[in-house]
């Protein structure tokens, strides 16, 4: 598969600008992703999947994300959402991936549908912004909050088929711009109770997928693995911008006449930013590897893998930041894919799931023995 993916690259880098001034990666680009079986990663066997597993699909990630970081957030959610799809129940994955495997899903958490219970169901009327990859999606999951008796409502995903949504073209941004971030729009949409998946049950590895899907990275809390979709390709990117920047650099000259690659404080940052590259992948393996222990319930560990993963981001935004300052302002060229790799990590650290406000708070919390906080959905 890294064969595969790395014969894509040229193609991917050739295609990076063309993403940035359409919004959105090529429907070529979405269409190889498929056909080298990117979608097959983290699907069940039973259904057509591979199953090679969490690290897997991080390793691959991290090299498309050397070419494009859009084209490697897109991927990183091409791979992910089947296995979060294969944690709903048998119905609703049937439903996707019977007529075979290599289908794009596009998802997002935020609970911001309208929920009606219906006979059967309910019924959902939503316009959420920010969906990933949905140019080349043909189903959608989405959240949203339902009412129960017996206190706080259910966080709860739901399984949207393509003819229940339209996109509209929202997604106007510095960063991440080929990511076709858009907003999808459900108008009083039927769902059954089968197409649904509570995030509690993902979270405490209770899903219904669990008892059908035996492999270890189905049966894995959220926790462990929710970040590393958002940090895969920042990583990718960073890296990607490093061996860019080293190549550059090796035959560059100074003003002055002398070989640039020769400064000691050019030798030092670049040593600097790779060495925080990679205590950036070793805190994601040791994410990946908690991922799958039989105690990875245990909340010192979940708690861990969330302040982790946002430590990652930061050690790679700390990695762009030395990268970019040494390029100098020829590293602010439009055409660099030095700025365009620092303009993207900066934007996906921003997410939401990397706030290391909340994540380190989360790990603090647990240190001093204090209850979780019921805010806090993910861990």
Same mark, same amino acid.
């Given at each position: ?16 600008e ?5 919004r =959105?990666?090529? /429907?070529?680009s &979405? ?6 079986? +990117?979608? /097959?990663?983290l699907?069940? /066997?039973?259904?057509?999947? !591979?199953?090679?597993? @969490?690290?897997?699909?991080? *390793? ?5 994300g050397? $070419? ?8 990183? +959610? ?15 994955? $049937? ?10 899903? $596009? +998802? ?14 309910? %019924? @959902? ?5 920010? +969906?990933?990859?949905?140019?080349? =999606? ?11 008796? %017996? ?25 991440? %711009? ?11 949409v ?5 197409? !649904?998946l ?7 590895? #209770? ?7 035996? &492999?270890g990275?189905? %049966?894995?809390?959220?926790i462990?693995?929710?970040?590393? !979709? ?13 061996? *860019?920047?080293?190549a550059? !650099?090796?035959? /560059? ?5 002398s070989?640039?690659?020769?400064? #000691? ?8 930013a ?8 070793l805190?994601m393996q ?10 990875? #319930?245990?909340?010192? @560990? ?5 302040? *982790?993963?946002s430590?990652?981001?930061e050690?790679?935004v ?10 100098g ?5 439009? #055409? ?17 799931? @990397? ?25």
């Amino acid at each position: 598969m890294l064969d595969d993916v790395r014969a894509l690259l040229p193609a991917i880098r050739a295609r990076a600008e063309q993403s940035e001034r359409d919004r =959105s990666i090529p /429907r070529e680009s &979405a269409q190889e992703f498929l056909d080298i079986g +990117l979608a /097959r990663v983290l699907l069940p /066997r039973r259904y057509g999947g !591979t199953e090679l597993g @969490l690290q897997a699909w991080v *390793d691959l990630c991290i090299e498309i994300g050397k $070419a494009d970081a859009a084209h490697a957030w897109c991927a990183s +959610l091409m791979m992910h959402h089947p296995h979060y799809l294969a944690q709903f129940p048998d119905s609703a994955q $049937a439903d996707v991936w019977g007529d075979g495997p290599d289908v794009s899903i $596009a +998802l997002t958490f935020t609970p911001t549908s309208k929920v009606e219970f219906v006979e059967g169901g309910y %019924r @959902l009327s939503c316009a959420i912004p920010y +969906l990933s990859g949905i140019n080349h =999606s043909t189903r959608v999951v989405i959240g949203g909050m339902v009412p129960t008796d %017996r206190g706080p409502p259910d966080w709860t995903l739901f399984l949207i088929p393509g003819q229940d949504f339209t996109v509209k073209d929202t997604w106007q941004t510095v960063g991440m %711009r080929g990511t076709g971030s858009n907003t999808v729009v459900v108008e009083d949409v039927f769902v059954p109770f089968e197409h !649904t998946l509570r995030v509690d049950d993902m979270r405490e590895s #209770t899903t219904p997928g669990t008892k059908l899907n035996k &492999a270890g990275m189905f %049966r894995a809390p959220w926790i462990y693995y929710a970040g590393l !979709t958002f940090v895969a390709p920042m990583l990718g990117a960073a890296r990607g911008a490093l061996e *860019d920047y080293r190549a550059w !650099t090796a035959e /560059r000259v100074s003003l002055f006449g002398s070989q640039v690659a020769q400064y #000691t404080s050019i030798q030092v940052h670049l040593a600097r930013a790779a060495a925080n590259l990679d205590a950036a992948e070793l805190l994601m393996q040791r994410c990946v590897q908690d991922a799958e222990r039989p105690d990875a #319930t245990r909340h010192d @560990l979940r708690t861990r893998a969330y302040r *982790d993963q946002s430590r990652a981001s930061e050690l790679i935004v700390e990695a762009i930041d030395m990268i970019m300052k040494i390029s100098g302002a020829a590293g602010f060229a439009s #055409t660099s894919s030095i700025q365009r790799a620092w303009r993207d990590v900066h934007f996906a650290a921003s997410h939401v799931g @990397l706030n290391p406000e909340v994540s380190f708070a989360a790990w603090g919390r647990q240190q001093f023995g204090l209850e979780r906080d019921p805010k806090q959905g993910m861990f």
